[in-house]
């Protein structure tokens, strides 16, 4: 059955649909319906079903006579390390873990942060948790304290599991002192904190209450697989909104399972025992669904992947490592490929490597442009897919589903919606619009298995930010168009979040940060076009009346700042000061604007501007930064 029959088919009876593709998952009792819409326009999943995430991802291979596959290669060159893993020593290794926790006290619905680098201990956190059906939120390593604090505060972990360093290319980045400040800063204290001592950096531990990886497994019993709900949330991920406030996007576990198995044969292509590589953190979406969860439900081989595209120690580490690891379908960010384009334009360092195993490689978290497609198709030789989804969705809502069928690629689109997603081109009052015209992207109610039922404690943000603009749908917050055949190209986003090296930014947060500088009276932050990263933040900075500091001098206090309050990841390393910023009568700041001024984007004051002579002021500012020079 080819991509159309299998949309028509959803289509036609979704219930049917999802209820054929939970065959595939393992039940302690299988769910009777799939939809539960009895609080829509919340909708739930498989809620009758009884499950256990981790028992499908790891004992279920073992119990299959799989239990030698490696699950897990964890290919480490910042610190010059390689291992692989097998099912039965994952199985073994989570139980463990699941039975130091059991033993401290963290039972079913316990929240656990896990705060950790590219180590396979990330993901036997997050599956220890599953086995127990605590609910983990993994924090990238990026931020600061201060986010990490609004996280703790936010779902109140009895435990938090970390690491002592991560390793980036220039510096080792001291996880312990952030998580001892993160809980300084925050109101919930933590019962205890578990830490991975690594070899690169040992922490200090606190005494009652952290207590070290290996010494907290001493002699447990391991843990079973607890059953849970249909509906019970496996995880929280913490993604941008408009505000300062974090999202806490939740996952309920059966979708989530039925969902992502499902992805691995018909969007990935991918079979039991073949590997799957997505180079991204675990920090991120991404991180869960394809470098944790996905692969292994399906009995895959995930590659843990510590190191960068550039750097690490050349353009060619990626190369390397899916030529020694045979890895069959690869996902990547756009930027990364950009940054190996950069450092290796021809594409010599392909050659080094034998790439005979590759069949596919996937792009997301951004817009991918098509120079980086035709670079890499040119070289890698394989199909490459761009793909677009969400935190929210937590995997595709649109792609080319190469285990169907495999569609022509259109350059700038990431091709078509996959079953489950309605999806609609709106105009402002939420009427559809015509092919090739733009508008607001939605998907008509209900979203599909293992998309978010709401956001953790913040049911009102949830209808408030995702249902309550487009009543009947869910705005994903992206604008675009679909053309004559189906495709969808997604041009932009609706909202303030900007979109940084494939990391999800809100600029309403870092304006938040600039603002609390003493010598600001005023700030905006915008997003500006960058070969590298796709976007690149720039502030704007209005001082206090008659201050007389140095602005160059608050500008690298600003920016200090917004590594200390939201962390390196903010990627903010320019602002400019300014006397004035440009507003609409009702004193609404034109960022739309400012951004077209600052990517020699054709541009019109509009017709509420208060002042149209600050635009000339501000195209100055910009053009004293290198940018707005026509
Ligand atoms: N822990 C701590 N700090 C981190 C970090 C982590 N896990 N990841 C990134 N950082 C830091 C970087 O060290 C850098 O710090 P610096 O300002 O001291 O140099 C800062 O955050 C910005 O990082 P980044 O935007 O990643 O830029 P970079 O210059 O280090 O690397 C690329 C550029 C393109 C190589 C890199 O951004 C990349 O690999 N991007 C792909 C992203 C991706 O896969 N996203 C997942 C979405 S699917
Ligand atoms: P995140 O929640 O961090 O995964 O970021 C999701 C956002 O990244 C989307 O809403 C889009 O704005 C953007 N995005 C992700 N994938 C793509 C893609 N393939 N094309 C265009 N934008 C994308």
Known sequence: MGYAETYAEWKADPDAFWMRAAEQIDWIEPPTRALDDSRAPLYEWFTDARVNTCWNAVDRHVEAGRGDVL??????????????????????????????????????????????????????????????????SVVFGGFAAAELAVRIDDCTPKAIIAASCGVEPNRIVHYKPLLDAAIDMAGHKPDFCVILQREQEVAKLVEGRDVAWHAFQFGVEPAECVPVEGNHPAYILYTSGTTGAPKGVVRATAGHLVALNWTMKAIYDMEPAEVFWAASDVGWVVGHSYICYAPLIAGCTTVVFEGKPVGTPDAGTFWRVISENRVKSFFTAPTALRAIKRDDPKGELVQDYNLRHLRICFLAGERADPDT?????????????????????????????????????????????????????????????????????????????????????????????YLGHFPGYYETGDAGYVDQDGYLYIMARTDDVINVAGHRLSTGAMEEVLASHPDVAECAVIGVADALKGQSPLGFLCLNKNSARDHGEVVRECIALMREKIGPVADFKRAVVVDRLPKTRSGKILRGTMVKIADNQPWKAPATIDDPAILDEITLALQSLGLARG
């Open 71 to 136: 699950a897990i290669i964890h290919d480490s060159p910042v610190t010059h390390l390689k291992r692989g893993i097998t099912f039965r020593e994952l199985q073994k290794r989570v139980a463990s873990l699941a039975g130091a926790l059991r033993a401290k006290g963290v039972t079913k619905g316990d929240r656990v942060i896990i705060y950790m680098p590219m180590v396979p201990e990330a993901l036997e956190a997050m599956l220890a948790c599953a086995r127990l059906g605590a609910i983990h």
């Open 373 to 465: 497609i035709e670079w890499a198709q040119r070289h890698l030789k394989v199909p490459v897919v761009d793909h677009w989804w969400q935190t929210e969705t937590g995997w595709a809502i649109a792609a080319n589903p190469m285990g169907i069928e495999r569609l022509p690629v259109k350059l700038g689109s990431p091709s078509v919606p996959m079953p489950g997603y309605d999806v609609q081109v709106l105009d402002e009052g939420g009427h559809p619009v015509s092919p090739g015209t733009l508008g607001a992207i939605a998907v008509r109610l209900p979203l599909p298995p293992g998309t978010l039922p709401t956001l953790w404690n913040a049911e009102d943000r949830f209808r408030k930010s």
